[in-house]
């Protein structure tokens, strides 16, 4: 079940990596459309 973890892992920083965009564009002021 290797590829699982891998799948999970990938989708755990996918979804860090969103939540820094969004909070990095929101100190800035900037807001990404939907």
Same mark, same amino acid.
């Given at each position: 079940?290797? *590829?699982? /973890?891998? &799948?999970? &892992?990938? %989708? &755990?920083?996918?979804?860090?990596? %969103?939540?820094?965009?969004? *909070?990095?564009?929101? /100190?800035e002021?900037? /807001? /990404? +459309? +939907?």
């Open positions: 079940m290797q *590829t699982l /973890k891998y &799948f999970l &892992f990938i %989708n &755990f920083m996918d979804r860090v990596g %969103n939540i820094l965009d969004g *909070t990095l564009l929101a /100190k002021g900037k /807001k /990404k +459309p +939907p």
